[in-house]
């Protein structure tokens, strides 16, 4: 990419046609632009080569903008693209893409406006004529930013919040020191563990993670073969376990009061406004051509989502809009980021957004959705083992700090807030809910972000009391599971931990592909298994039943491989006393005790969890073997 800089007195341009098919399409009042104040107008040509990695390059001129408006005190930024000064220009895509990701990045303290790509223009500008008022640049695809570098995403503070809400400044060199790490409370060994992992330059370790091996042994998730590394199958037990996750997610949005919507995975290559949302992702896209053009699959829901709710029209009365969906969405990681659920090139996200038309109204839905997710935490995912990762702007936080403090307090969890000087994103704020794994590692599942960007870019917005469309100046992003994938990761690696500590491993009864299993002493007494077992079935209770001809202790101890949480042994005792004897996995107990009362104690532990029917055949004579 090459440019040329000049700080200018004022600066005009006057759009007169289309120079090209692909060129941008423009709003009226966007062919003139009188500015008639100082300003740093910037002619741009992306070239060919700069097609390998437009987002190294834009990232490069961003960082050298940033500077240069900083020494010359000027604010106002003219983003000009300028084919003249290349011999060898890049695609108008991706022409038009850099475009984008420049105004994007670019702090939002400062004012940018771009004139249109693909038009004849005319122009006048008056250059300074200072020493600093005209420069040149030239900047290469492969050539990678420093952190040192990186003006819109450097964290300049880091500060821990303990459970009572007491604040400590650390810094990357001395965070071991801070006091909260000699509290007694576990949680605080977590919440280290997770600061290292953020600040520490140290490689992770290299072993294979816990949850790789159970997803096997399980037959819950496996490699294919047939596909590329990231992409995954799920076996029948697997997708039980995905789709009654995606099912709470569902309660959850509905009770939270979101509408269900889905949209298209593909989006399209040449410019329109979601091409403000790839701008960062361009090294990840995974493109696809149908002898149309380029096109991309979406890295998340929110580059289509957001037209979607651009042409909703709802009144304040309305607000805020809120909206779900369960998005499948690709992301192209590089071979060595790619580890098994903890990261994948194919996963499903479940997202929620919600237009607010007040910065009231966006708090409490914040504040709302951050204690749902902490629920979600405790109850489903890790109880007591998650802690709290903020990012967002050092002015959002000083502006802020007393809400978003109370509102860790609330959730009963310790937090690490890395502050930035200038915005990176889209977002002021954002949380993730991390896990720490096995091996000392962490995964997010959950996040809630403040969005001050797309309400107006995307021209979201609402009709307010006059009968105008006001855009929304907060959209809350919410998303319960940032993952499937990564969820099951992190509900296997809590797994692994209980099994290291000496707990039986076994999956929350709700997910459990098989809940109860009925083990027949012989095959004299597989009617009177198969009795038991519809009774049990009637109760949306997941039941199978062992009729392989094995013995009882191999038969229970092939089901405590499985990790099933009950056990039931049907023989001549069972039908004579009328008792069931069940072998509960979580407490290594042995009960004897009505049918009724057990199912009873059953459905009580799965109270307001979602309900999917066994996903395999009853009877275990039937099922094919699917890894090993």
């Known amino acids: 990419m090459k440019i040329l800089g000049i700080h200018t007195k004022y600066f005009n341009f006057h759009s007169r046609e289309k120079a090209m098919e692909q060129a941008e399409v423009i709003s009226q009042e966007n062919h003139n632009k009188n500015i008639n104040r100082e300003c740093l107008v910037i002619f741009i040509s992306v070239e060919k080569e700069d097609e390998k990695s437009p987002s190294s390059v834009s990232e490069q001129l961003v960082s050298d903008i940033i500077k240069k408006s900083e020494v010359l005190g000027v604010n106002l930024i003219i983003i000009y693209p300028y084919v003249h000064l290349t011999e060898n220009p890049s695609s108008p895509a991706v022409a038009m893409k850099v475009l984008d990701e420049i105004e994007k990045k670019l702090p939002i303290t400062l004012e940018i406006f771009r004139a249109p790509f693909g038009w004849y223009k005319s122009f006048e500008i008056s250059c300074l004529g200072h020493p600093l008022s005209e420069w040149s640049g030239r900047y290469f695809p492969d050539r990678e930013l420093k952190k040192s570098e990186r003006k819109g ?58 949850h790789i091996g159970y997803m096997q042994k399980h037959e819950l998730v496996d490699y294919c073969e047939a596909s590329e590394k990231g992409h995954y199958k799920w076996y029948p037990k697997g997708l039980l376990i995905q789709k009654l996750i995606l099912d709470y997610a569902n309660n959850l949005a509905r009770e939270w009061g979101a509408f269900e919507m889905k949209n298209p995975i593909i989006i399209r290559g040449d410019h329109n406004v979601v091409g403000e949302l790839m701008g960062e992702f361009h090294e990840r896209d995974y493109r696809v051509d149908g002898g149309r053009g380029i096109s991309y699959m979406r890295y998340a829901s929110d580059p289509l989502a957001f037209p979607f709710m651009q042409k909703v029209r709802f009144t304040f009365k309305q607000t805020p809009l809120k909206v779900y969906e369960e998005a499948t969405c690709f992301r192209n990681e590089q071979d060595g980021e790619v580890s098994g659920l903890k990261r994948v090139r194919n996963f499903m996200m479940t997202d929620m957004h919600a237009a607010c038309a007040t910065v009231e109204q966006a708090g409490k839905e914040f504040e709302l959705l951050c204690l749902k997710f902490a629920s979600l935490m405790n109850d489903i995912i890790a109880p007591g083992r998650w802690v709290l990762g903020w990012e967002g702007t050092e002015e959002f936080f000083e502006e802020n700090k007393e809400r978003l403090i109370n509102t860790g307090k609330k959730m009963k969890v310790p937090a690490f807030f890395k502050l930035m000087k200038h915005m990176s994103h889209y977002y002021a704020m954002k949380n993730e809910y991390q896990t720490i794994t096995e091996d000392g590692s962490n995964v997010q599942v959950s996040t809630v972000q403040w969005d001050v960007k797309d309400g107006e870019r995307f021209n979201i917005g609402y009709i307010n009391e006059e009968g105008k469309k006001v855009p929304c100046p907060v959209i809350i992003h919410a998303s319960s599971f940032g993952s499937i994938e990564r969820t099951l990761c992190s509900i296997l690696e809590n797994i692994a931990i209980d099994e290291k500590a000496g707990i039986p491993p076994m999956f929350p009864l709700w997910l459990s592909p098989t809940q109860v299993r009925i083990i027949p002493v012989s095959e004299e007494y597989l009617p009177f298994a198969s009795e038991l077992g519809s009774k049990i079935r009637s109760h949306n209770i997941r039941v199978d039943i062992d009729d392989r001809g094995e013995t009882v202790g191999k038969s229970i101890r092939n089901g405590e491989k499985e990790w099933i949480p009950y056990l039931l042994v049907a023989g001549e005792k069972e039908i004579s006393s009328g008792l069931i004897t069940v072998r509960q996995r979580e407490d290594r107990s042995q009960k004897i005790m009505s049918l009724e009362d057990f199912i009873e104690m059953v459905k009580k532990k799965t109270e307001n969890m979602p309900f999917r029917p066994l996903p395999l055949p009853v009877l275990l004579s039937r099922r094919p073997l699917f890894h090993g």
């Open 153 to 210: 995403s450097e964290f300049i503070r880091y500060v821990i919040v303990d459970l009572k809400g007491n604040t400590y400044e650390i810094s990357p060199e001395d965070f071991g020191d801070c006091p909260v790490f000699s509290e007694k409370e576990k949680i605080y060994s977590l919440l280290k563990q997770f600061v290292s992992n953020e600040l520490s330059s140290k490689s992770q370790s290299e072993s294979i993670p816990k």
